[in-house]
């Protein structure tokens, strides 16, 4: 059964369900910008059948967690996830992000190494990985240049290198409805923050965990940066294996719900049993 709960933090809402066995081991897992939890639901059966106890949530400013509240970025967000899994008991965790939620997974094993069993990042880059010096000044203009873009503009390019298949983009189209404007604005701001600036992480940072990167084989989101640098990424870190999933654009997960289930529980099996 997928129960529905909540808790408020930073003046809003936030909205989480868990599956699965009491107790069994807890994987939480965090959506990709404008998105929602249904993005996850392909594979909660599979990891609910192994055992597993599946956390999803709406991060603030989506689905019912709106509307933002106090601010959103990725060290809030962050913080959002340790408070669910202190609410729900849970000392550690298996974490799944997807986009701007591989970023807050990051996020959150950097700053609480203890509470991470391991990690799986679906589509986002190096949160390590230092900026450059050109796109540090173009993110100084870019609030300005999104203050003079439609909300329909802001929908139309968010779903332009989304998924492979038309039914996720409709889901995807449906998603963003609840978002208003100014929080779609503070949201991508968020999210190109976590892509474009530097994260305070040591230049020598590694995960240290057991460690899945993956992105769909046609992934062309941010101009094809995820997959370009996927590769390097993995080569750094101590303990991580790298799948590229096929037939799948940047919802990897859920154009290829299949392909990355065996992944996972592949992984999960090997690694983390």
Known sequence: MNTQHSITRLGTTLHYWLSGPDG???????????????????QIDPLVQKGYRVLTWDLRGHGKSTPIGEAINIAILADDLKAILDEIGAREAILVGHSFGGFIVQEFTHRFPE????????????????SSFWTRQLFRIFPGLLSRMSLDEFRRRTLENLSLTQPIKEYAAQAMEVISKDDFIAITIAGI?????????????????????????????????????????????????????PNAGHTAHMDNPAGFNKILLNFLESHLP
């Open 115 to 130: 509470r991470v069993r391991g990690l799986v990042v679906v589509g986002a880059t190096n949160l390590a990985k230092k």
């Open 24 to 42: 069994g081991p807890v994987m939480a897992l965090a959506h990709g910008a404008t998105l929602d939890h249904h993005t996850f639901d392909a």
């Open 193 to 245: 923050a976590a892509l474009w600036l530097d994260s305070g992480f040591a230049p020598d940072y590694a995960v240290r965990k057991p460690f899945l990167l993956t992105h769909g084989d046609q992934d062309r989101a941010n101009g094809n940066v995820y997959a370009k640098q996927a590769k390097a990424w993995a080569a750094r870190e101590p303990d991580c294996r790298y799948e590229v999933i």
